[in-house]
């Protein structure tokens, strides 16, 4: 059995919440030609995010994104919350719930406002809440790490009230 780790307030670690199903569709998406444009600091965007707003089924205010990175060297950033440049879908990335659709796929690196490296978060077959808006970060790819493609549920609210959100609304959901 995976330990769950947590290193607040940067990340948590949560059970994945993708059903077999869900994610060979989401995989299908996602492999699609031109399904993602790369945007900025080395990491792609899905690019039509209305699309898989479907796999959102928890009830909860949250909008689906993928993300895709097949390089190393993402830049260090905080997420802002923005629209899509091609749907015009307002995206709050202050924090995330992510979930890979592929494997050994690199880490999520975490680091203070002068970007020194405080933590990271590697997948392990598990989710994790992300507090994308709230410090810097970037994914940390090596040459033995395979691209990285993650379903995320995208959430304007702080990471503490995500956690929150997950331990009374998502603990146990399937997607």
């Given at each position: 059995?995976?330990?769950l780790?947590?290193?607040?307030?940067?990340?948590?670690?949560v059970?994945?919440?993708?059903s077999?199903?869900?994610?060979?569709?989401l995989?299908?998406?996602?492999?699609?030609?031109?399904?993602?444009?790369?945007i900025?600091?080395?990491?792609?965007?899905?690019?039509?995010?209305?699309?898989?707003?479907?796999?959102?089924?928890?009830?909860?205010?949250?909008?689906?994104?993928?993300?895709?990175?097949?390089?190393?060297?993402?830049?260090?950033?905080?997420?802002?919350?923005r629209y899509?440049?091609?749907?015009?879908?307002?995206?709050?990335?202050?924090?995330?719930?992510?979930f890979?659709?592929?494997?050994?796929?690199?880490?999520?690196y975490?680091?203070?406002?002068n970007?020194?490296?405080?933590?990271n978060?590697?997948?392990?077959?598990?989710?994790?809440?992300?507090?994308?808006?709230?410090?810097?970060?970037?994914?940390?790819?090596?040459q033995?790490?395979?691209?990285?493609?993650?379903?995320?549920l995208?959430f304007?609210?702080?990471?503490?009230?995500?956690?929150?959100?997950?331990?009374?609304?998502?603990?146990?959901v399937?997607?």
């Open positions: 059995m995976n330990m780790q947590t290193y607040d307030p940067y990340f948590r670690q059970k994945y919440m993708l077999e199903n869900t994610k060979e569709e995989i299908e998406i996602a492999t699609a030609p031109g399904a993602f444009v790369d900025s600091y080395k990491i792609s965007f899905f690019k039509l995010p209305s699309t898989i707003q479907k796999f959102n089924t928890t009830g909860l205010d949250c909008v689906c994104q993928m993300l895709r990175v097949s390089e190393s060297g993402s830049k260090i950033h905080k997420d802002k919350n899509n440049e091609y749907e015009n879908l307002y995206m709050p990335r202050q924090t995330v719930i992510s890979p659709l592929t494997t050994d796929c690199g880490s999520t975490f680091y203070d406002d970007e020194k490296f405080m933590c978060v590697n997948y392990d077959g598990l989710g994790a809440i992300l507090n994308t808006g709230g410090y810097n970060h970037n994914v940390h790819l090596t033995d790490d395979n691209t990285r493609i993650v379903f995320q995208c304007e609210q702080q990471y503490s009230e995500v956690c929150d959100i997950y331990d009374t609304h998502l603990k146990g399937i997607l």
